[in-house]
């Protein structure tokens, strides 16, 4: 539901919008890519929040 209007790195890469995919992790674990998933269900720094 949220995938497609969470502005992740990875839908951003999916829209074409990012280019660079050298640095697709999480700007806040760094340890998983940055998705709709990572970011509200397994980071362990936002899920804290």
């Given at each position: ?5 969470v ?43």
């Amino acid at each position: 539901m949220l995938e497609d209007r969470v502005f992740t790195r990875q839908n951003l890469l999916r829209r074409r919008v990012v280019v660079d995919t050298s640095d697709m992790s999480c700007v806040y674990c760094g340890a998983l890519v940055e998705s709709a998933d990572n970011l509200f269900v397994t980071c362990v720094v936002s899920s804290k929040v």
